[in-house]
């Protein structure tokens, strides 16, 4: 199912599940191992917006392609809030 709110597009949990070809639980697996943090209704429905989906293809082509884990990976996204801050490693 999707929603627009102030023109933007989100996807429900389900909806996201299957353009991405897996089961709710691993998007699950993901927002509590501190990957991704879906915006929530007011009753908790997790809506992902498409730049939550362009992270969470990201996410899937480092661990299906790169063979990176979920340790790996948060490893790598907590590093890059630091380079966008210094304005780049030198």
Same mark, same amino acid.
């Given at each position: ?65 790169? %063979? ?5 990976? %948060? ?14 490693? %030198?």
């Amino acid at each position: 199912m999707q929603f627009l709110i102030k023109d933007e597009a989100f996807l429900t949990i389900g909806a996201a599940a299957r353009q991405l070809g897996v089961a709710v639980q691993i998007l699950r697996l993901y927002e509590n191992s501190g990957l991704i943090l879906p915006a929530r209704t007011h009753s908790g429905r997790r809506l992902y917006s498409m730049k939550d989906m362009e992270r969470l293809c990201c996410i899937r082509d480092l661990i299906t392609k790169e %063979r990176l884990n979920i340790n790996g990976i %948060r490893k790598m996204l907590s590093l890059i809030p630091c380079w966008e801050y210094r304005g780049g490693y %030198r």
